[in-house]
């Protein structure tokens, strides 16, 4: 391992990274040329560029955890995700530690009829070893009612000794690299919400290893600025070595939107207005989904001074993190409470 500050690292990556993040935080004209965004005239959605992969995506992706809650009926819960997807979203999240598995059975059932072919299919896999990542890797297929997905992910890479364990002999990687030239997965990511430390680690070891990810999902939203910020250590990282970040918790849960300081429709045009591929977020009811297409109906490009207001609004409250509980607290720590899922 690369023995660096990272915090440091970021700092001093080079004028051009720093300059692009910048650029594309603050100037939509530079954002939209980047994400190469474009508004399909038969519906409601932006489209964006997956990084270097070249796929084009939903800038909205319907989270997998919501879609599998036991409050929500199976019937619901297809209905509400065959109809994201008719209006226009085609990225579609899940993971096999979903609501124990649940999540991704009811997306099996969505994506019959014809419905696989609509959409850009991820999901994530728990396991550090590569057995445990392999039996993953095929029981999410099974479930899914696939025999590919088109984006496979390390889940809740959240811990200093998770990126070495993924790249070790034996480790996760070598089932996920192998699962890809079996033609079970198209491209590799990794996802994580605790600290962008840990995040920069797993890009760092990558590196190292000439291994290139093709996506990077974390936290962004109009209070990760302020504290432990993915926004401004990581995005710079990902923009410049071009891989595609993917958005996720927009509204912390519900606790960014307790604080009182955004409405959800600020939220969410706060969370597209950066450069990241793809905005992941829970829907499960009519009201949510069609809050997140109003958002996307609605939006366009902050000017460097809406952007600077929004954050001003939400600095008190964003400092301690008390609103971003899945970086302060265990309580997202899906990982930590099932350990066996790391194999």
């Known amino acids: 391992m690369v023995s660096i500050d990272r915090r440091a690292f970021v700092r001093t990556a080079g004028t051009a990274i720093g300059a692009v993040a910048a650029s594309h935080l603050l100037n939509p004209e530079a954002r939209a040329e ?3 965004e474009t508004n399909a005239e038969t519906n409601e959605m932006i489209y964006r560029t997956l990084g270097r992969t070249g796929e084009r995506v939903s800038a909205i992706g319907m989270g997998g955890w919501h879609i599998g809650k036991p409050e929500l009926s199976e019937q619901d819960a297809m ?4 109809q994201a997807i008719d209006r226009g979203i085609t990225f579609l999240d899940n993971s096999w530690d979903y609501n124990e598995g649940v999540s991704e059975l009811r997306m099996g059932k969505v994506l019959a009829d014809g419905y696989r072919n609509k959409v850009f299919l991820m999901t994530k896999i728990d396991g550090r070893t590569k057995a445990a990542a392999a039996q993953q890797i095929d029981e999410s297929l099974l479930r899914l009612r696939t025999d590919r997905v088109d984006l496979m992910q390390f889940h809740e890479v959240i811990h200093l000794e998770d990126p070495d364990r993924i790249f070790a002999e034996g480790g996760a990687m070598e ?13 590799i990511g990794f996802t994580g919400h605790k600290d962008p430390y840990v995040h920069l680690r797993m890009l760092d070891l990558a590196r190292a290893r000439n291994f290139h990810f093709d996506t990077v999902q974390m936290p962004l939203n109009v209070m990760d600025a302020h504290f432990r910020s993915f926004t401004h250590e990581v995005l710079p990282v990902l923009i410049g070595e071009g891989i595609a970040p993917l958005g996720m918790k927009c509204f912390g849960d519900h606790y960014i939107l307790a604080s009182n300081t955004v409405t959800p429709i600020e939220a969410l045009h706060y969370c597209l207005n950066l450069p990241s591929a793809v905005q992941i977020t829970g829907i499960d009811s009519q009201h949510i989904l069609d809050q997140a297409f109003e958002a996307v109906r609605t939006f366009k490009p902050l000017s460097q001074a809406e952007v ?4 001003d609004r939400t600095k008190t409250a964003a400092l301690a993190g008390l609103y971003e509980r899945y970086k302060t607290t265990a309580q997202f720590d899906g990982t930590s409470r099932s350990p066996q899922f790391l194999g």
């Open 34 to 36: 980047t994400n190469a």
């Open 79 to 82: 209905q509400l995700t065959r």
């Open 175 to 187: 089932a996920m690299i192998e699962a890809q030239k079996a033609g079970k997965l198209r491209f």
């Open 308 to 311: 600077a207001a929004l954050l």
